[in-house]
T-cell receptor
Framework: SQQGEEDPQALSIQEGENATMNCSYK?????LQWYRQNSGRGLVHLIL?????REKHSGRLRVTLDTSKKSSSLLITASRAADTASYFC??????????????FGKGTKLSVKP | DGGITQSPKYLFRKEGQNVTLSCEQN?????MYWYRQDPGQGLRLIYY???????QKGDIAEGYSVSREKKESFPLTVTSAQKNPTAFYLC????????????????FGPGTRLLVL
């Protein structure tokens, strides 16, 4: 079953606007990661936030984590057409035979129009 | 120039044929992974390997096989037993699978798209 679920499934904005994507998860985590995937390409790691952190910044990216609500958000400020991609959250599986492996959500498809 | 490579970019499989997807990394990472991605979906784990000569099944291992004879290489074979192999296959690596810090970050290859003739 999916650990992380992104919301919305698709998001379309104009260049220069901010884009916010959300991720909810079910079980306790050590950390949560966000990845980006351009169409037909591999995933690229964006940022990792640990369970004892509430907010983290990297360039135009801001990630928040609320462990009480089991949710995270990714904010991309001043979006550019090059930000068009799918964005996935990933958490670490803490149970079963695949303990320690990442579980990915289905992603949010972001389209930034010039 | 360090990184993780996959080949081929596109692969066509005939009915009843086994095909092998290549994955190579020069990042000196211990852990390697194979994922399958279907359209509009997230990634599902096929197999993973924490160390040379050791690998474990993921969530959807049926119809697939792997080997890990060298640290740098983790090839995936899609066997004829996999009845619905059409998908995008992604290989990834990480420094260490068990640590709880940034070592869990995975680095992905560019992917192989497998199509059935």
């Amino acid at each position: 079953s999916q650990q992380g679920e992104e919301d919305p499934q698709a998001l379309s904005i104009q260049e220069g606007e901010n884009a916010t994507m959300n991720c909810s998860y079910k079980t306790s985590i050590n950390n949560l990661q966000w990845y980006r995937q351009n169409s037909g390409r591999g995933l690229v790691h964006l940022i990792l936030i640990r369970s004892n952190e509430r907010e983290k910044h990297s360039g135009r990216l801001r990630v928040t984590l609320d462990t009480s609500k089991k949710s995270s958000s990714l904010l991309i400020t001043a979006s550019r057409a090059a930000d068009t991609a799918s964005y996935f959250c990933a958490t670490t599986r803490g149970y079963g035979g695949s303990q320690g492996n990442l579980i990915f959500g289905k992603g949010t498809k972001l389209s930034v129009k010039p | 120039d360090g990184g993780i490579t996959q080949s081929p970019k596109y692969l066509f499989r005939k009915e009843g044929q086994n095909v092998t997807l290549s994955c190579e990394q020069n990042l000196n990472h211990d852990a390697m992974y194979w994922y399958r991605q279907d359209p509009g979906q997230g990634l599902r784990l096929i197999y993973y390997s924490q160390i040379v000569n050791d690998f474990q099944k993921g969530d959807i291992a049926e119809g697939y096989s792997v080997s890990r004879e060298k640290k740098e290489s983790f090839p995936l074979t899609v066997t004829s037993a996999q009845k619905n192999p059409t998908a995008f296959y992604l290989c990834a690596s990480s420094i260490d699978r068990w640590s709880s810090g940034t070592e869990e970050t995975q680095y992905f290859g560019p992917g192989t798209r497998l199509l059935v003739l």
